[in-house]
């Protein structure tokens, strides 16, 4: 799909990750990249891998530094410094990642990020590693992040607050190059930016090429969901079975008449490899039936359409889902003539 980077994974963490890891490497042309604290074990199973580039990441706020890394500030400095030079030796592209940086003392972080950067770390990840960020603030602190370093900026946020893409986002605006994101927003505790809302946000709103094929994310994000065993919420933007579908009988008779009324105008259902869909429930109007029974090969007249219109509000206003078998009793309880075998789209 032209995906820049693939992050596969943690090699130290176990033989079978490393085996994965060093087999994505190895079978992609798309920039392998492996995770590795500023531990020697770890950033050395990362270049044994074969990935291009290795992510190493030190914690940089004093609640992980105390709690999590049981380390002092001038030690994280030291391993961070180490590990960069290390990666870079090797010949490997490096990322580093100042961890927790949303929640890290502003003068302690840009001491850490001009610490690295002088070591030659070619990218500085800005994570919000606890969801605790917002667009204003974000971007605030890329500013500030990108006026120390010459090293390229790349942002990772989470969702724990709903605003991991708009942060996402809110990075790039203010300098950042570029974006780590999950599919269907997988992710540690509510997930992170979601790709397909991250990509299609840059190509649609902001009007920008990404370089991405879009019209592959519907199929991404199944296989995503199959893979992984974790369902995608209908109302999901962009991918969700809800994404392009119209129920209101003012939105339907809209759409009918021109998508745009409806739907962003930007962003169409063509575009993600999606199909828009006319749901029939409680809110449907004559306008989406009259459409519905024409696809099916019905030629209904205006009383026809008004009296089937009425039967499916009162079965979705039941809480049940209208189906297309519904829908085909409904017409033929109605009288409505049949001329034409069903056209399928």
Same mark, same amino acid.
């Given at each position: 799909m032209g995906t820049h980077v693939i992050e596969a994974g943690f090699p130290?963490?176990?033989?079978? /990750?490393?085996?994965?890891? %060093?087999?994505?490497?190895?079978?992609? #042309?798309?920039? $392998?990249?492996?995770?590795?604290?500023?531990?020697? $074990?770890?950033?050395?199973?990362?270049?044994?891998?074969?990935? /291009?580039?290795?992510?190493?990441?030190?914690?940089? #706020? @004093?609640?992980q530094i105390e709690d999590s890394m049981h380390a002092t500030r001038e030690e994280v400095i030291e391993r961070s410094v180490a590990a960069v030079e290390r990666i870079v030796e090797a010949g490997a592209t490096c990322m580093f990642s100042p961890m927790d940086a949303t929640r890290t003392d502003e003068a302690f972080l840009i001491e850490v990020i001009e610490a690295v950067t002088e070591a030659g770390t070619h990218w500085i990840n800005v994570p919000d590693t606890c969801g605790v960020a917002t667009p204003h603030r974000f971007a605030d602190l890329i500013e500030t992040v990108t006026a120390h370093t010459d090293a390229r900026v790349d942002v990772h946020t989470h969702d724990d607050f709903g605003l991991a893409t708009a942060n996402a986002l809110a990075g790039i605006e203010a300098g950042a190059d570029q974006a780590q994101v999950s599919v269907n927003s997988i992710g540690e505790r509510a997930g992170n930016a979601a790709y397909e809302e991250f990509v299609m946000a840059v190509e649609s709103v902001y009007q920008a090429d990404t370089g991405i094929d879009t019209t592959r994310i519907a199929e991404l994000s199944r296989i995503v969901e199959t893979a992984s065993g974790v369902g995608t919420p209908v109302n999901k933007p962009v991918v969700?079975?809800?994404?392009?579908?119209?129920? #209101?009988?003012?939105? $339907?008779?809209?759409?009918?008449?021109?998508?745009?009324?409806?739907?962003?105008?930007?962003?169409?259902? /063509?575009?993600?490899?999606?199909?828009?869909?006319?749901?029939?429930?409680?809110?449907?109007?004559?306008? #989406?039936?009259?459409? %519905?029974?024409?696809?099916?090969? =019905?030629?209904?007249? @205006?009383?026809?359409? %008004?009296?089937?219109?009425? %039967?499916?509000? @009162? =079965?979705g206003a039941d809480k049940r889902e209208v189906t297309v078998a519904d829908l085909d009793r409904f017409a033929e309880e109605a009288g409505v003539v049949r001329e034409r075998e069903e056209v399928r789209a």
């Amino acid at each position: 799909m032209g995906t820049h980077v693939i992050e596969a994974g943690f090699p130290v963490n176990s033989e079978a /990750e490393f085996e994965a890891v %060093r087999e994505i490497a190895a079978s992609t #042309s798309t920039t $392998a990249c492996g995770l590795a604290r500023v531990v020697d $074990a770890d950033v050395e199973a990362a270049l044994e891998t074969g990935v /291009e580039m290795v992510h190493a990441f030190a914690s940089t #706020s @004093d609640v992980q530094i105390e709690d999590s890394m049981h380390a002092t500030r001038e030690e994280v400095i030291e391993r961070s410094v180490a590990a960069v030079e290390r990666i870079v030796e090797a010949g490997a592209t490096c990322m580093f990642s100042p961890m927790d940086a949303t929640r890290t003392d502003e003068a302690f972080l840009i001491e850490v990020i001009e610490a690295v950067t002088e070591a030659g770390t070619h990218w500085i990840n800005v994570p919000d590693t606890c969801g605790v960020a917002t667009p204003h603030r974000f971007a605030d602190l890329i500013e500030t992040v990108t006026a120390h370093t010459d090293a390229r900026v790349d942002v990772h946020t989470h969702d724990d607050f709903g605003l991991a893409t708009a942060n996402a986002l809110a990075g790039i605006e203010a300098g950042a190059d570029q974006a780590q994101v999950s599919v269907n927003s997988i992710g540690e505790r509510a997930g992170n930016a979601a790709y397909e809302e991250f990509v299609m946000a840059v190509e649609s709103v902001y009007q920008a090429d990404t370089g991405i094929d879009t019209t592959r994310i519907a199929e991404l994000s199944r296989i995503v969901e199959t893979a992984s065993g974790v369902g995608t919420p209908v109302n999901k933007p962009v991918v969700g079975a809800n994404a392009f579908s119209h129920e #209101s009988g003012i939105h $339907a008779a809209g759409v009918i008449e021109n998508a745009d009324t409806f739907e962003p105008g930007v962003m169409t259902p /063509e575009m993600v490899g999606a199909r828009r869909r006319l749901v029939m429930g409680k809110h449907t109007g004559t306008h #989406s039936v009259r459409e %519905r029974l024409r696809e099916r090969g =019905y030629a209904p007249t @205006d009383e026809q359409v %008004r009296t089937v219109t009425r %039967r499916v509000k @009162d =079965y979705g206003a039941d809480k049940r889902e209208v189906t297309v078998a519904d829908l085909d009793r409904f017409a033929e309880e109605a009288g409505v003539v049949r001329e034409r075998e069903e056209v399928r789209a």
